[in-house]
């Protein structure tokens, strides 16, 4: 009795089960070919000397090769995986902070709220090369918006300072993006907390800091790894701005991928840099997504 | 008893203390600073060209940029590719992500946690990063240069996958039953019963895929070769790239403007429902 009920069960889970893979299938199939195949042949290919020398011969196995050459000579490479990591670790943190002070601005505000959260927000929508065009803009020497003031600011074409300026533009594009999220968490924080600080006679200050950080913890977690994989993302504007240099100063990684895969046809190196990128990507977020209590954003 | 006192009790009205003034002037100055890209780029775009260097004065407002602008380049073709895209992408994600989002939130079946990993990790790993390998998949599909290998890879959403399993979750699954009861097969269901109330997840999704789309760069113009299936963002590059460093900025800032104002007075217009459907897409 309970054996063909445990049957029947089953037989009922495996036709509902062959229905769920029939709606799940077109997803599955074009995740298959666009997510899943690519990181395996990007793996596969990585293996291969296949450039311009190689061309008549076809590709030619050389294990590891191109992983030691990036990692010990490749001078573009530590550049720009050296840049990717300054500018995660400068944009992260600043566009938190600016993010934090413009959601609190923007839920207290009265005079102008409208407008306060349009001009914090609309960056996220603006396409990265019409951001490139409009910060070359600002950025010009002599006849730039800051250009204009001093002849000598000539922001993009010094080694020392065209990441600095990237870095101010990154994070004027997305903390309007990250702002939003806060202004949610704000939301969601009970009000009566603040009374009961301030009956006990806390200042702003520690209010922020016991009540309103701490409480904001799961939207932080949140938008670190957005900002995080953001950073190693954001590539477009170098099209348009510094073709990644003065010197490759300014290069990042994903534009590095760009440069070998199609302006060199260096499909070896690329891959390889493309499995590296892969990996940054997948530490950052799984991170977020194994360890992280999941009732914190599934709930 | 003050009235500071009085406001603390009623918790409506803070103090204004010499600090809060400060932090809400630094606050509104922030807000002008964020603004002023915006306002130059719509500005050089307006004023003469004679003027576009003269970074301060007022000058009466020309459309002549445009008119010039709109000349030298097939914006015409470039606004109708960028829309069909968007079109397509949206089209299919629409349909790919109801299933999927039905499979996930109604139903029990096997392999469902490998599934749902296969669906994360393409929002771990974003589509950017892929361009190299998913070229050569386009390619021997035979559909490099066209618009159909430009939208291929966007046919399916992990993130509009968990926004449909997470409202279609909220639905009492009562009215499914009832619809059961009455002979409705599933797709009749879907259909009736469930599309009317996704709506304002359909329009949160849509106004996110669609400005991805609208704003992609690198992949179309990795995958598009010539210039009458170039996109907005792709064409704008191009016709930026053609003029030097330094030259010419009414030109460029008209043509930014071109690609850029649908979508910002969308969002001039729909701001609430920009903000709240980004917000929305953060909590999956």
Same mark, same amino acid.
């Given at each position: 009795?309970?054996?063909?009920?445990?049957?029947?069960?089953?037989?009922?889970?495996?036709?509902?089960?062959?229905?769920?893979?029939?709606?799940?299938?077109?997803?599955?199939?074009?995740?298959?070919?666009?997510?899943?195949?690519?990181?395996?042949?990007?793996?596969?290919?990585?293996?291969?000397?296949?450039?311009?020398?190689?061309?008549?011969?076809?590709?030619?196995?050389?294990?590891?090769?191109?992983?030691?050459?990036?990692?010990?000579?490749?001078?573009?490479?530590?550049?720009?995986?050296?840049?990717?990591?300054?500018? #995660?670790?400068?944009?992260?943190?600043?566009?938190?902070?600016?993010?934090?002070?413009?959601?609190?601005?923007?839920?207290?505000?009265?005079?102008?709220?409208?407008?306060?959260?349009?001009?914090?927000?609309?960056?996220?929508?603006?396409?990265?090369?019409?951001?490139?065009?409009?910060?070359?803009?600002?950025?010009?020497?002599?006849?730039?918006?800051?250009?204009?003031?001093?002849?000598?600011?000539?922001?993009?074409?010094?080694?020392?300072?065209?990441?600095?300026?990237?870095?101010?533009?990154?994070?004027?594009?997305? #903390?309007?993006?990250?702002?939003?999220?806060?202004?949610?968490?704000?939301?969601?924080?009970?009000?009566?907390?603040?009374?009961?600080?301030?009956?006990?006679?806390?200042?702003?200050?520690?209010?922020?800091?016991?009540?309103?950080?701490?409480?904001?913890?799961?939207?932080?977690?949140?938008?670190?790894?957005?900002?995080?994989?953001?950073?190693?993302?954001?590539?477009?504007?170098?099209?348009?701005?510094?073709?990644?240099?003065?010197?490759?100063?300014?290069?990042?990684?994903?534009?590095?991928?760009?440069?070998?895969?199609?302006?060199?046809?260096?499909?070896?190196?690329?891959?390889?840099?493309?499995?590296?990128?892969?990996?940054?990507?997948?530490?950052?977020?799984?991170?977020?997504?194994?360890?992280?209590?999941?009732?914190?954003?599934?709930? | 008893?003050?009235?500071?006192?009085?406001?603390?009790?009623?918790?409506?009205?803070? &103090?204004?203390?010499?600090?809060?003034?400060?932090?809400?002037?630094?606050?509104?100055?922030?807000?002008?600073?964020?603004? !002023?890209?915006?306002?130059?780029?719509?500005?050089?775009?307006?004023?003469?060209?004679?003027?576009?260097?003269?970074?301060?004065?007022?000058?009466?407002?020309?459309?002549?940029?445009?008119?010039?602008?709109?000349?030298?380049?097939?914006?015409?073709? =470039?606004?109708?590719?960028?829309?069909?895209?968007?079109?397509?992408?949206?089209?299919?994600?629409?349909?790919?992500?109801?299933?999927?989002?039905?499979?996930?939130?109604?139903?029990?079946?096997?392999?469902?946690?490998?599934?749902?990993?296969?669906?994360?990790?393409? !929002?771990?790993?974003?589509?950017?990063?892929? !361009?190299?390998?998913?070229?050569?998949?386009?390619?021997?599909?035979?559909?490099?240069?066209?618009?159909?290998?430009?939208?291929?890879?966007?046919?399916?959403?992990?993130?509009?996958?968990?926004?449909?399993?997470?409202?279609?979750?909220?639905?009492? =699954?009562?009215?499914?039953?009832?619809?059961?009861?009455?002979?409705?097969?599933?797709?009749?269901?879907?259909? &009736? !019963?469930?599309?009317? @109330?996704?709506?304002?997840?359909?329009?949160?999704?849509?106004?996110?895929?669609?400005?991805?789309?609208?704003?992609?760069? @690198?992949?179309?113009?990795?995958?598009?070769?010539?210039?009458?299936?170039?996109?907005?963002?792709?064409?704008?590059?191009?016709?930026?790239?053609?003029?030097?460093?330094?030259?010419?900025?009414?030109?460029?800032?008209?043509?930014?403007?071109?690609?850029?104002?649908?979508?910002?007075?969308?969002?001039?217009?729909?701001?609430?429902?920009?903000?709240?459907?980004?917000?929305?897409?953060?909590?999956?």
């Amino acid at each position: 009795m309970t054996d063909l009920r445990l049957k029947t069960d089953s037989a009922k889970k495996w036709r509902t089960t062959y229905l769920a893979w029939g709606l799940l299938l077109p997803s599955v199939a074009f995740l298959s070919v666009f997510t899943l195949y690519p990181i395996g042949y990007s793996a596969y290919m990585s293996l291969f000397k296949n450039n311009m020398s190689t061309f008549a011969t076809g590709p030619q196995y050389i294990g590891l090769k191109n992983y030691v050459d990036l990692f010990t000579r490749d001078a573009v490479f530590s550049k720009a995986f050296t840049n990717n990591l300054i500018i #995660a670790a400068v944009t992260v943190p600043l566009s938190i902070a600016l993010a934090v002070a413009m959601a609190i601005f923007a839920n207290r505000v009265k005079a102008g709220k409208g407008a306060v959260r349009v001009s914090f927000f609309y960056p996220t929508l603006l396409p990265m090369v019409a951001v490139a065009n409009i910060w070359l803009f600002i950025y010009t020497p002599m006849y730039g918006l800051l250009g204009s003031f001093n002849p000598n600011w000539r922001f993009l074409d010094n080694v020392n300072t065209v990441l600095q300026a990237m870095i101010v533009m990154l994070v004027w594009k997305q #903390a309007g993006y990250v702002m939003i999220f806060y202004i949610a968490g704000l939301q969601n924080i009970n009000q009566e907390l603040y009374e009961a600080a301030r009956i006990d006679g806390a200042n702003a200050g520690q209010m922020f800091r016991r009540i309103t950080w701490p409480l904001l913890r799961p939207t932080t977690i949140y938008v670190t790894i957005i900002t995080l994989t953001n950073a190693y993302k954001m590539v477009d504007h170098l099209y348009i701005m510094t073709k990644g240099g003065p010197d490759n100063a300014s290069n990042m990684l994903l534009f590095y991928v760009y440069q070998k895969a199609f302006d060199q046809s260096n499909t070896g190196v690329a891959s390889a840099v493309t499995v590296i990128l892969i990996a940054i990507l997948l530490i950052a977020t799984s991170v977020h997504f194994f360890t992280q209590d999941r009732r914190t954003f599934y709930a | 008893m003050t009235t500071a006192a009085r406001s603390e009790k009623t918790g409506s009205v803070s &103090r204004w203390t010499f600090g809060r003034v400060m932090a809400y002037l630094f606050m509104y100055l922030l807000a002008a600073l964020c603004a !002023i890209p915006l306002v130059w780029l719509v500005r050089t775009a307006f004023i003469p060209e004679a003027f576009a260097l003269d970074l301060f004065g007022l000058h009466w407002p020309t459309l002549n940029n445009f008119a010039r602008v709109w000349n030298a380049a097939p914006w015409g073709a =470039y606004y109708l590719n960028t829309l069909l895209i968007v079109l397509g992408v949206l089209a299919s994600q629409f349909v790919t992500i109801t299933l999927a989002g039905y499979a996930f939130a109604r139903l029990d079946f096997h392999l469902k946690n490998t599934l749902f990993v296969l669906f994360l990790t393409q !929002i771990m790993i974003a589509a950017d990063v892929l !361009i190299l390998p998913n070229y050569k998949t386009i390619s021997s599909f035979g559909l490099s240069n066209t618009l159909l290998g430009a939208m291929l890879p966007f046919f399916a959403s992990a993130m509009g996958t968990f926004l449909m399993r997470q409202t279609i979750k909220t639905i009492p =699954y009562e009215l499914e039953e009832a619809a059961k009861i009455d002979g409705s097969s599933l797709m009749g269901t879907l259909v &009736r !019963i469930y599309l009317p @109330l996704l709506v304002p997840t359909f329009i949160a999704h849509g106004l996110i895929a669609a400005s991805y789309q609208w704003n992609n760069f @690198l992949w179309p113009l990795i995958v598009i070769n010539s210039v009458a299936k170039r996109p907005l963002t792709v064409g704008l590059a191009i016709f930026a790239q053609s003029y030097e460093t330094g030259a010419q900025w009414s030109d460029v800032c008209s043509a930014t403007f071109l690609v850029v104002a649908p979508l910002m007075l969308l969002f001039l217009v729909f701001q609430k429902r920009f903000i709240e459907s980004f917000a929305y897409s953060g909590i999956k």
